[in-house]
């Protein structure tokens, strides 16, 4: 398969419509990532614009998971945005820690039930898929492919590296680098080219974030 069939023939079935939004949220989400590396509460405006269009994109193409991590993200961005408005002295940046043991078993407590939750969504999907109605409808995980398997990972991992980032804490990026290196091929395979090469400029960033709040941590 080559670059065309790749990033350029998925979209020959998108509406101009379409392509614009998803070119939209992926200049925002861009935007947020950097706003986030230099600790700026602009993270969340530009964070929020992104996640509400990537709502409605992904339940277009049906990844239900990602569908309910970005409006988690709306939520916690919100959320994220008063605590970091809170903890500023200039109303726009902020200091930055590492998780405390408690903090380390809340995440992964909330990464579980995440698995569990995305995988029940999953269950119904069909029901879902049909208008929410059970009429020839058989429930279960047979229809998921590998892209729904790994949908409901990286949603778990993003959940907990959101949770972190609203905490201020530098462990958000090690969640972020794997959920975004994850969803490069996802989102190839899905159709979504545009989708795929953020993902990878968002690794390359998220890396750059992670090296950037260690060392502002160790000259406060």
Not at 16 to 41: D, R
Not at 80 to 92: E, M, N, P, Y
Not at 157 to 173: D, S, T
């Amino acid at each position: 398969m080559n670059l065309y069939d790749l990033f350029v023939k998925p979209y020959e079935s998108y509406t101009a419509l379409q392509i614009f939004l998803e070119a939209t949220a992926t200049v925002f989400g861009i935007l947020s990532v950097y706003f986030s590396i230099k600790k700026n509460i602009w993270v969340y405006p530009t964070g929020i614009i992104s996640t509400l269009i990537y709502v409605y994109i992904l339940f277009t193409f049906g990844l239900l998971g990602d569908c309910m991590i970005n409006v988690y993200y709306t939520v916690m961005s919100v959320y994220g945005w008063i605590l970091w408005a809170k903890s500023s002295d200039d109303h726009v940046h902020v200091d930055v820690s590492w998780a405390t043991k408690k903090e380390w078993l809340y995440g992964i407590l909330l990464f579980a039930i995440s698995l569990i939750l995305v995988t029940v969504v999953y269950y119904y999907k069909p029901y879902i898929d049909n208008h929410f109605s059970m009429e020839n409808v058989s429930l279960g995980l047979y229809h998921l492919d590998w892209g729904n398997w790994l949908d409901v990972i990286t949603t778990s991992v993003f959940l907990v590296g959101m949770w972190f980032m609203a905490k201020r804490r530098i462990e958000n990026w090690i969640f972020w680098i794997i959920g975004d290196f994850i969803c490069i091929p996802m989102m190839i395979y899905k159709g979504l080219g545009i989708t795929s090469v953020q993902y990878l400029v968002f690794t390359i960033m998220a890396i750059q974030g992670f090296v950037t709040w260690k060392k502002s941590l160790r000259k406060s």
